[in-house]
């Protein structure tokens, strides 16, 4: 079945330092790939998609490329900011699955002053 | 526009009692997603509607769980008996069909079992 990997956390970072959040996954057909986050005390929110291979999706500072021949959407940003202090899901939904998605175990980050 | 909203958002009770969590979806969205967020197990699909009806319920952990959606603007999540191993955090999620994977969550229902 499908599944969604990602780094085991959690990632504590000093403001303005580089983040890259790993993800990989396993999917039968041709998924879209997301990733969610998750504020202290809130519901998951959309932060970027791609739909297909070799797509790149971003928002916020937050970059992530679909590379099917990997198998992995890895999370970047350039300079963290303390307002990004969060958690990080991967996602995949197949297509044609009724939006139905499959999450990683998410990831904890922290970022410090 | 209001966003998807459930409630209660705190809920504490004795084992063995009924719980019953509350969603209202987005209006124009017809999937309707329960998710249940553990430190231990993550985020685990419980069951999922479209147009009201219930597509895939494999992850509803045991008969002690039960979901309904009555109409296009309301879902119930019902656990009877609970016990403690349920306390988590409950998300309910909609989406609009044909937009894949783009789903909008709650804030979330924390149950605490004792």
């Known amino acids: 079945g499908d599944s969604v990997t990602q780094m085991e956390g959690p990632v504590t970072l000093s403001e303005e330092a580089f983040l890259t959040i790993n993800c990989t996954y396993t999917?039968?057909?041709?998924?879209?790939l997301f990733w969610y986050v998750q504020y202290p005390g809130e519901g998951l929110q959309l932060l970027l998609k791609?739909?297909?291979?070799?797509d790149k999706g971003s928002n916020k500072g937050f970059e992530a490329t679909y590379r099917k021949e990997t198998t992995s959407f890895h999370l970047e940003k350039g300079s963290v900011q303390v307002s990004d202090s969060a958690v990080y899901f991967c996602?995949?939904?197949?297509?044609?699955?009724?939006?139905?998605?499959?999450f990683g175990k998410g990831i904890t980050l922290s970022v410090r002053p | 526009d209001a966003g998807v909203i459930q409630s209660p958002r705190h809920e504490v009770t004795e084992m063995g009692q009924e719980v019953t969590l509350r969603c209202k979806p987005i209006s124009g969205h017809n999937s309707l997603f329960w998710y249940r967020q553990t430190m231990m197990r993550g985020l685990e699909l419980l069951i999922y509607?479209?147009?009201?009806?219930?597509?895939?319920d494999s992850g509803m952990p045991e008969d002690r769980f039960s979901a309904k959606m009555p109409n296009a603007s309301f879902s119930t999540l019902k656990i009877q008996p609970s016990e403690p191993r349920d306390s988590a955090v409950y998300f309910c999620?909609?989406?609009?069909?044909?937009?894949?994977?783009?789903?909008?969550f709650g804030e979330g229902s924390r149950l605490t079992v004792l």
């Open positions: 791609a739909t297909k291979a070799d």
């Open positions: 999917a039968t057909g041709y998924p879209s």
């Open positions: 996602a995949l939904s197949e297509y044609g699955a009724n939006s139905k998605l499959t």
């Open positions: 999620a909609s989406s609009s069909q044909g937009v894949t994977g783009e789903l909008f």
């Open positions: 509607f479209n147009n009201n009806v219930p597509i895939d």
